[in-house]
């Protein structure tokens, strides 16, 4: 136990170290397997497999340059429009210290702690910025990882059908890795862009900046369950009380709300029978160690990759039991348990 336990630990220390290299590898790869139904579509009616690929490699392309062009433009915006909002952040400021005088707490000093000052908000904000633009040229890697690897997955499926033609349970396992991540990529891209549109009409009618920008925010982090709806309202509603005051801002924080309430609530669980096969616990687990071990992209990911090591941890018998207790349910139906006298 202890040797594993140390392996394990040389093992994500090296992870961490790599996370540069392997976050844009491993989204490369869920996007190439998200992908591959409209290959085999394509391949289906007739389509040269190495066409069908150039297809998705020309899609993908597209739709990343589109969106990284507008998303960089808009913050570009938003970062030479950031100092106009300081004076406005400074009236809100004294409105909610105003306010704040009704509790009967000491909070003059709130707004007035070097932190919490209109320029150092608006810093804080630019430098985020900056850092964000300037990953724009990874980008290039990534489209260069989807190349090859949807020419790579003409002849792979059959490549491992040779390479572990004596251990059908690992072909199996691989089989279930892709069905996983396709249906959750699929499912999630579906239904967060349905959300995403609805989102940003909202911002486009009440008049908030950048609303484009926080439409695409909020259908990234559609694939970050649980807590990345949270994140996705934060920009959104802090800017329409900047902007408009107090207002609009809860007409954002209740849209939002009910928006994605009812499409994860109400209209997804009519078309998706199905869950993740992870327990509520694990998919929290999931965000903060794949965010931790490879940034803010292994928190994108995070499920697909919690997926994969569920079955991986299932395919052998000394690891199954944690894979048992990553489930969202047990696989053996619990029976009554006698009870035992003292």
């Known amino acids: 136990m202890l040797l594993a336990t140390a392996a394990a630990v040389a093992v994500l220390a090296g992870m961490r170290v790599a996370a540069p290299i392997l976050a844009p590898v491993v989204i490369a790869l869920v996007i190439t397997i998200a992908w591959s139904p409209a ?3 394509l391949r289906e009616r007739g389509v040269n497999p190495t066409l069908a690929a150039a297809a998705g490699i020309v899609a993908g392309i597209v739709v990343l340059g589109l969106l990284v062009a507008l998303v960089w433009i808009s913050l570009l915006q938003l970062q030479d429009k950031l100092p106009e909002y300081q004076p406005k952040i400074a009236a809100l400021q004294a ?5 704040l005088r009704i509790i009967p707490i000491d909070s003059s000093r709130i707004f007035t702690v070097e932190t919490f000052q209109p320029g150092n908000l608006v810093g804080y904000a630019v430098r985020i910025i900056r850092r964000l633009t300037e990953t ?6 990534l489209v260069l990882l989807i190349a090859f690897m949807m020419l ?32 959750y990529v699929l499912i999630n891209a579906v239904f967060g862009l349905a959300a995403a549109i609805i989102n940003t009409a909202l911002l486009f ?33 802090a800017l329409a009380l900047i902007e408009f005051g107090f207002a609009r801002a809860f ?19 009519r078309f998706v029978g199905h869950s993740l096969g992870l327990s509520p616990l694990i998919v929290v687990l999931s965000l903060l160690f794949w965010g931790w071990l490879l940034g803010a992209l292994g928190a994108l990911i995070a499920i697909p990759l919690s997926i994969g090591l569920k079955l991986l ?12 207790l990553m489930s969202d349910r047990p696989s053996v139906p619990n029976e009554p348990v006698e009870d035992v006298a003292p």
Do not use: C, H, Q
Request: aromatic share 12%; no cysteine; hydrophobic share 55%.
């Open 95 to 99: 409105t909610l210290t105003e306010r």
């Open 313 to 324: 941890l299932d395919s052998f018998e000394e690891s199954r039991w944690m894979a048992e």
């Open 39 to 41: 290959a085999e579509w």
């Open 205 to 237: 009618a009440l008049g908030v900046d950048f609303a484009f920008l926080w439409g695409v925010l909020s259908f990234l982090l559609s694939f970050v369950p649980n807590i990345g709806f949270i994140i996705a309202l934060i920009p959104p509603a």
């Open 251 to 269: 007409i954002v924080l209740g849209g939002y709300t009910l928006i994605n309430f009812l499409v994860d609530n109400v209209i997804k669980p």
């Open 136 to 141: 724009a040229g990874n980008l290039l890697i």
């Open 152 to 183: 790579e997955a003409i002849g792979f499926p059959a490549k491992l059908r040779s390479a572990f033609a004596s251990n059908p349970p690992v072909l199996e396992s691989f089989r279930k890795l892709g069905a996983g991540i396709k249906s």
